[in-house]
């Protein structure tokens, strides 16, 4: 790509390199100079202008943009129209976004005129969510740049949040508020029911590994559930404790039991009859962000849940401190 000042007489086809006023005409820049306009130049004074035309193989950075926005995208994700450059990608449905980071990191060590911003792996997405935009530097692009920046495609889609039925069991200690049991509930009812979800059944019981065990088969007798949550009155503590020994009493099994995210630490994943149980910390309780989230959401979409997904949690996993949090991790000096 040529840029820098030329003649205004030699100007005419030339993109305008910046904005600029010739009378009362203002040209933006990138627009492609006309007849018309170097008359508007010529009359308000001006002697050069700073354009930028294209070398010999040199495509437009609208079309780069198309190329590259349309290589990496794949379902649940559309192209916006080229704007100085620029292509985003938005999100056709509510779900999960997966973003190949090394493959995002590979396309932007291709050339320094080609760049893609993303939201990161895993982002919960509404429909229209802005996710991603490929933005063209230069007016003008090699066309071998940006076949270079093509063969890295894919990199980027949604899984749709399933409808799912879900069942929730509550489980009460001694003293417990009705309150605490209804906010528990409708927390639980608001946060599958962004997920595209319904909250088929719940069933309260007194927190003993029994009770537990017959409240989660009267649900699969009574509804079958595509996924199961339970959300004690007292926090999970162990493998061994009131929760993961009901679940595997009525004859289901505990697969994983406390992940690196805070809050969420006290989280545990197991499975009944074939389908998903997701032992939710006390935490969810209330609707702010939580471990139990990022798992609710992933089950929501489909995707595998592995020791090493949960492992990969731990990187960002120290989520924003809130008010509401009934345990600071600050400790204050006395």
Request: net charge neutral; charged share 25%; glycine share 10%.
């Amino acid at each position: 790509m040529k840029f820098g000042y030329c003649p205004v007489d030699t100007a005419e086809g030339a993109l305008l390199a910046h904005s600029l006023k010739a009378g009362d005409l203002r040209l933006q820049k990138g627009c492609e100079l006309t007849a018309s306009d170097i008359a508007a130049l010529k009359q308000s004074g001006a002697r050069e202008v700073s354009v930028a035309r294209p070398d010999a193989g040199d495509i437009g950075e609208a079309q780069a943009a198309l190329r590259v926005a349309q290589a990496i995208a794949r379902e649940g994700l559309r192209r916006a129209a080229p704007v100085h450059g620029r292509v985003n990608l938005i999100a056709e449905v509510d779900g999960v976004l997966r973003v190949d980071a090394p493959g995002v990191i590979a396309l932007n060590q291709v050339d320094e005129a080609v760049t893609l911003a993303t939201l990161p792996d895993y982002a919960h997405v509404r429909e229209g969510t802005l996710t991603a935009t490929a933005k063209m530097i230069p007016y003008f692009i090699p066309e071998d740049v940006v076949a270079r920046a093509e063969q890295t495609p894919g990199l980027m889609s949604v899984k749709p949040f399933r409808a799912l039925r879900w069942g929730l069991v509550l489980t009460r200690v001694q003293g417990m508020k009705d309150s605490l049991l209804s906010k528990a509930e409708e927390a639980t009812r608001q946060r599958v029911e962004r997920l595209n979800g319904q909250l088929e059944q719940v069933q309260i019981c007194d927190h003993r590994e029994a009770g537990l065990m017959r409240a989660l088969r009267e649900i699969q007798a009574d509804h079958a559930p595509d996924v199961f949550l339970i959300l004690t009155g007292s926090a999970t503590s162990d493998r061994a404790d009131v929760a993961p020994a009901g679940l595997t009493q009525a004859g289901g099994q505990v697969t994983r039991f406390g992940m690196p995210v805070d809050p969420g630490n006290l989280l545990f994943l197991g499975e009944f009859n074939g389908k998903p149980v997701v032992g939710l910390p006390g935490c969810a309780r209330a609707l702010a962000l939580n471990g139990a989230d990022w798992v609710m959401e992933r089950i929501a979409a489909g995707i595998e849940l592995t020791d090493a997904d949960f492992a990969a949690m731990g990187p960002a996993g120290l989520l924003k401190d809130t008010p509401e949090r009934g345990a600071p991790r600050r400790v204050r000096k006395t």
